[in-house]
């Protein structure tokens, strides 16, 4: 028991530790730790378990970006709204489908994740965008496919949201950060009450993976400053790691391991 504590609070902050250090993709790493480190043995627990600490996480990066100006509330509470719908839908879907099937399917989200990571960021945003009909039309849909996402795997999505709410918005890269984790922490949250309503969360478990992923958020913060310059490097060995990690899921979902 002792060491599955030490495991969930280890996972949640190496979680926690490379959000704080990165800024990003960290997320995509909470159902294999809970699967493979912490010993969750249900993927779908290990996915509603998962949502319920990228939500909470989210919340309190949020909270900094609100207070420091860089959220487009209207534009971040109508994105949650829509995208929310798609979680709903997603995580809905996501339950009747069976546990290997999903990592299968998780691992080849965590190559699109990693292979997106490798490639060099581009823009920093654009022209703000005049609100019409097209407008509003790009943002649904860029929120309910990202909800949907988010809903199904129990991930953050915010590699998708960002560029789409520069895509579709054109406001800076600060903001659309900002206001992606309104989304982020909406999304999981409700493939959290989901998955809880069939009984597929491990509260405790998720508890502890969160302490642990604000300690290590607080670390990888502290860390970044440091590390500024090595930044891209950094990026691109953590791409290697979750390349790395969904060949292993890859393996797992098909039963070659």
Known sequence: ????IVASIASGGAVGFSLGLLGGGGSILAVPLLLYVVG?????VAIGTSALAVSVSALANFAGHARAGNVWWRCAIVFAAVGTLGALVASSVAKAVDGESLLFLFGLVMVGVGLAMLRPKIGIGGEPRPVDARMCWI????ALATGALSGFF????GFLIVPGLIAATGMPMINAIGSSLLAISAFGLATALNYSASGLVDWAVALQFI??????????IAAAGRLSSRKGMLNRLFAVLVLCVAGYVLLKGTGGA
Do not use: C, D, R
């Open 1 to 4: 028991m002792a060491a599955s």
């Open 154 to 157: 129990g991930i953050g999505g």
């Open 139 to 142: 943002t649904a849909a860029v």
């Open 40 to 44: 969750v043995s249900n993927a779908h």
């Open 211 to 220: 302490g642990g992923g604000i300690l290590g958020g607080a670390i990888g």
